[in-house]
């Protein structure tokens, strides 16, 4: 089975508060990609962030990559209602030449 | 605006029917991968191909075919469709398909088999 196939974690919080979403992933890799799958679209890449990296940043998000823990986090500071959506961290299986989804995290901004 | 279209954007299918579901990009892409999304779950990699060469998913071997005619088209054919097929499918590109290359993904096409 692929992982990810278990369901989405659900958050909900207030306009204007941060967020921090979590992924753990179960093969090595040096690139982390983080897609948002709003409600009648596909999913689109948000951020990526590389080994040597640590942390990067665009705008309002920040993600961190941990490779010895092998989990990666997105953050939102300041969240809108706009930010409603569902966030997915994704890795590349090298020997395999395929981009496999983790867990996704269902978040809902309140306004 | 995207530049992956996927066509038809909602399929109605009988139990026991094929279902033909088409996919096209317009950036030259080496790569277009197909994806099964069910509710509350992750998309999962149902196959891709990498130019002309097919890389189907061990567990998703036999359910599913698909052609690329040229470049730019990608179809995903089930030959008897079955309640489990029920689900949104999301078709998506990229170069070359490298862990540093982004995948853009169309609006999808949400199947529902009766």
């Known amino acids: 089975s692929q992982w990810g196939e278990e369901n989405l974690q659900a958050l909900s919080i207030q306009e204007g508060e941060d967020v921090t979403m979590n992924c753990s992933y179960k093969?090595?890799?040096?690139?982390v990609q983080w897609y948002r799958q709003k409600s009648g679209k596909g999913p689109a890449q948000l951020i990526l962030?590389?080994?040597?990296?640590r942390e990067k940043r665009s705008g309002r998000l920040r993600a961190t990559l941990d490779t010895s823990s092998q989990s990666s986090s997105l953050s939102i500071t300041g969240t809108l209602a706009t930010d409603t959506a569902v966030y997915f961290c994704?890795?590349?299986?090298?020997?395999?030449?395929?981009?496999?989804f983790g867990q996704g995290t269902k978040l809902s901004i309140k306004p | 605006d995207t530049t992956v279209k996927q066509n038809p954007r909602y399929k109605l299918a009988r139990v026991g029917k094929p279902v033909n579901l088409i996919c096209s990009q317009t950036m030259n892409h080496d790569t277009m991968y197909w994806y099964q999304k069910k509710p509350n779950q992750a998309p999962k990699l149902l196959l891709f191909?990498?130019?002309?060469?097919?890389?189907r998913e061990a567990d998703t071997f036999e359910k599913f075919q698909s052609s690329r005619p040229n470049n730019s088209f990608c179809s995903l054919y089930i030959g008897s469709a079955g309640l489990e097929y029920s689900a949104m499918y999301l078709c998506?590109?990229?170069?070359?398909?490298?862990?540093?290359?982004?995948?853009?993904f169309g609006a999808g096409t949400r199947l529902s088999v009766l």
């Open positions: 093969t090595y890799t040096t690139v």
């Open positions: 191909y990498y130019d002309k060469i097919l890389n």
């Open positions: 994704a890795t590349f299986f090298y020997n395999q030449g395929k981009l496999i």
């Open positions: 998506a590109s990229s170069r070359a398909g490298g862990s540093q290359n982004t995948l853009y």
């Open positions: 962030i590389r080994s040597n990296e």
